[in-house]
């Protein structure tokens, strides 16, 4: 059973590897922009490199819908230096060394029979809610491509049925 805590955690430090550094990363800094969340089982594994390079392909994209990039996984930031030193050095944003297993449980992502965080997305709007969750299974990437269109689907405030795409006519206002 999934067990989502809607508020985001903002008065914690997480460790995070970026861009070659080291760094303290509190969701506090994001308040006030749309942040996408993920999470990935583990470094150097066969289908979270090809997640990480969709992302960093398209972090542009994001970034000109006033949102940010943040993944995450259970491994130590020295793990995370290793593998995107080696494969991954188009990954500019932040990668959180959720060590602690408290992050991935806290959005009920942690797998307690190995100790991995399942494959999640969260779109977290800027007064740091959950207003959109995936959880897939493990051994199917996710969509870059989709991720974005529900980014932009919740920006319009607006109710947006099956298939919108930005341009199209949604129902009216949401609740």
């Known amino acids: ?7 985001i955690p903002l008065h914690r430090d997480f460790r995070a590897y970026q861009a070659g550094e080291f760094r303290d990363l509190s969701f506090a800094e994001y308040r006030g922009k749309w942040l996408v969340l993920f999470f990935y089982p583990r470094d150097f594994t066969f289908i979270c490199p090809t997640e990480l390079k969709g992302f960093a392909a398209e972090e542009t994209k994001f970034k000109e819908l006033g949102a940010e ?35 991935s449980s806290h959005f009920g992502v942690l797998n307690k029979s190995n100790g991995s965080a399942e494959r999640g997305l969260f779109i977290i709007d800027p007064a740091s809610v959950v207003k959109y969750a995936l959880v897939s299974s493990g051994s199917v990437g996710r969509s870059v491509k989709e991720t974005l269109r529900v980014l932009k689907a919740l920006q319009t405030g607006e109710l947006c049925p099956l298939g919108w795409e930005p341009g199209m006519e949604t129902l009216g206002k949401a609740a």
């Open 1 to 7: 059973m999934i067990e989502i805590n809607f508020l």
């Open 69 to 103: 990039i943040v993944a995450a996984s259970v491994d130590s930031e020295w793990c995370h230096k290793a593998w995107f030193e080696r494969d991954l050095s188009m990954v500019k944003f932040p990668v959180i060394a959720d060590t602690s297993l408290e992050l």
